[in-house]
């Protein structure tokens, strides 16, 4: 199972971005798909998760509000969507698979993409 992560870039305070993770090998409709980040300095962290069942979803309370984790199995792709961008959002996000249910721990995930950065100035 392969990931491809991409979207990433440098925007200003305030503004949106949208990441996207293809999912390329395996049965990505099985697969529970999480986002996590981590900043320069820091440790990795957890920011928002999909079971495989379309509609459970769960998010770090830093991005509660501000970020949407959606699926579409179609394209065997999820995606990160990311509003009301802060300078502390910066770092690079990486995605993750795991079968079936959503976890926020990191060691649970079997597969993981390479990361795409994310800048945002302030």
């Known amino acids: 199972v392969q990931l491809q992560a991409s979207g990433g870039g440098l925007v200003q305070a305030g503004d949106s971005l949208r990441l996207s993770c293809a999912v390329c090998?395996?049965?990505?409709?099985?697969?529970?798909m999480g986002w996590f980040r981590q900043a320069p300095g820091k440790e990795r962290e957890f920011v928002a998760a999909?079971?495989?069942?379309?509609?459970?979803?769960i998010y770090a309370d830093s991005v509660k509000g501000r970020y949407t984790i959606s699926r579409d199995n179609t394209k065997n792709t999820v995606y990160l969507q990311m509003r009301s961008l802060k300078a502390e959002d910066t770092a690079v996000y990486s995605c993750?698979?795991?079968?079936?249910?959503?976890?926020?721990?990191?060691?649970?995930?079997?597969?993981w993409g390479q990361g795409t950065l994310v800048t945002v100035s302030s």
């Open positions: 993750a698979a795991k079968p079936w249910v959503w976890s926020t721990e990191a060691r649970e995930y079997e597969y």
């Open positions: 090998g395996g049965t990505f409709s099985r697969y529970a």
């Open positions: 999909i079971s495989w069942k379309v509609g459970s979803t």
